[in-house]
């Protein structure tokens, strides 16, 4: 018999302010679950906690990344996570300890436990590089393709019957 997802997948990627790891994790992840044929199942967005990008579009290196990978960021724009996220998404993935502080601000806590930091799939309590500060965005797409593989895994695992 083969396997039946038990519904649409709802993951919101979230970092400070959506313009470098949360948008790089989203398209990345969207590009993964599309090679896989896999789309139709999945409901993904981004957004930051602060609104100091707001409507800013993604930040250069984070774009050159995904372009030498051959995938398109085009026409995205920064957004603000909201309190009404927690009840629209089944995941909410921070790409730091201050993003899972501040989500958890913005939600009022995490009584579903839907807030994760990504690299808790690759069972690491390290923060995804932060290329804002350091500039080295290929540090932050190693974590981001590990995490993003690792957690595209676990969702798998636990949503199919």
Same mark, same amino acid.
């Given at each position: 018999?083969?396997?039946? /997802?038990?519904?649409?997948?709802?993951?919101? /990627?979230? =970092?400070?302010?959506?313009? =470098?790891?949360?948008?790089?994790?989203?398209?990345?992840?969207?590009?993964? @679950?599309?090679?896989?044929?896999?789309? +139709?199942?999945?409901?993904?967005?981004?957004?930051?906690? +602060?609104?100091?990008? *707001?409507g800013?579009?993604?930040?250069?290196?984070?774009?050159?990344?995904?372009?030498?990978? !051959?995938?398109? =960021?085009? !026409?995205?724009?920064?957004?603000?996570m909201?309190?009404? $996220?927690?009840?629209?998404?089944?995941? *909410?993935i921070?790409? $730091?300890h201050w993003?899972?502080?501040?989500?958890?601000?913005? #939600?009022?806590?995490?009584?579903?436990?839907?807030?994760?930091?990504?690299?808790?799939? @690759?069972?690491? $309590?390290? &923060?995804?590089?932060?290329? %804002?500060?350091? !500039?080295?965005?290929?540090? #932050? %797409?190693? &974590? @981001? +393709?590990?995490? =993003?593989?690792?957690?595209?895994?676990?969702?798998?695992?636990?949503? @199919?019957?």
């Open positions: 018999m083969a396997k039946q /997802f038990n519904n649409n997948i709802k993951i919101l /990627f979230v =970092c400070h302010g959506n313009i =470098c790891r949360s948008t790089m994790a989203y398209y990345y992840f969207k590009d993964l @679950v599309e090679k896989r044929g896999l789309s +139709s199942l999945f409901h993904l967005d981004s957004a930051g906690t +602060s609104s100091e990008e *707001l800013n579009p993604v930040h250069r290196g984070t774009r050159e990344k995904l372009r030498q990978a !051959g995938i398109s =960021c085009e !026409g995205h724009r920064a957004k603000q909201k309190k009404s $996220d927690y009840n629209a998404f089944d995941y *909410l921070g790409m $730091d993003n899972i502080k501040n989500m958890k601000r913005i #939600t009022g806590g995490d009584p579903g436990h839907k807030i994760y930091k990504l690299l808790e799939f @690759v069972h690491s $309590d390290r &923060d995804v590089a932060d290329p %804002w500060y350091t !500039g080295d965005f290929d540090s #932050t %797409w190693e &974590d @981001v +393709s590990k995490g =993003c593989q690792a957690l595209l895994e676990y969702v798998l695992e636990h949503n @199919v019957s």
